[in-house]
């Protein structure tokens, strides 16, 4: 091979897994097999492999699955073969996302809904959260004569 030419990212195959039989289909499935979310733990340390190996090769691993299917044991050693041979080139590692949520602030219900911001005046300037800011707004209305406290009641203006 020329140094110019990279090698194809080739994913893995599919795993076929059975279908299951549910009610509705009458205790017949409508198709025999079906592409499944993973490999199963067995069918990984059948080739070999643990499953972050597995998982930093670009292969989908489906820790609930139980079943080993031979078929799919020989059609990933052959995917396999060919990545250590150097004809093809793994994807990117399928490792597990992180989810990062923030923590919500020690205090008690802040009225995030979008009602509630509109109502505390807070949903065109950002989210102060000061009762200052709401205090100094009122106090502007009274100078500049709005009627600030009727304009939410009924027949205000």
């Not at 041979?85 to 205090?107: C, D, F, M, N, Y």
């Not at 300037?125 to 009762?131: A, N, Q």
Request: aromatic letters at 6%; proline letters at 8%.
């Amino acid at each position: 091979m020329s140094e110019g030419v990279t090698k194809p990212i080739v994913p893995p195959p599919e795993p076929i897994v059975k279908t299951p039989l549910l009610r509705r289909f009458g205790g017949v499935a409508p198709r025999p097999l079906k592409i499944g979310r993973g490999y199963s733990l067995g069918e990984v340390k059948a080739l070999g492999l643990s499953e972050k190996e597995a998982r930093m090769l670009g292969i989908y691993v489906d820790v609930r699955r139980k079943t080993v299917y031979e078929e799919n044991i020989k059609r990933l050693g052959e995917w396999l073969e060919k990545v250590k041979k150097g004809e093809i080139a793994p994807p990117q590692p399928t490792l597990p996302k992180i989810i990062v949520a923030k923590r919500k602030k020690s205090r008690v219900f802040r009225g995030l809904t979008s009602a509630g911001k509109r109502m505390r005046g807070l949903l065109r300037v950002g989210l102060r959260e000061t009762h200052k800011y709401k205090w100094k707004r009122k106090q502007k209305e009274r100078r500049m004569k709005k009627r600030h406290e009727a304009k939410r009641a009924k027949g205000g203006h």
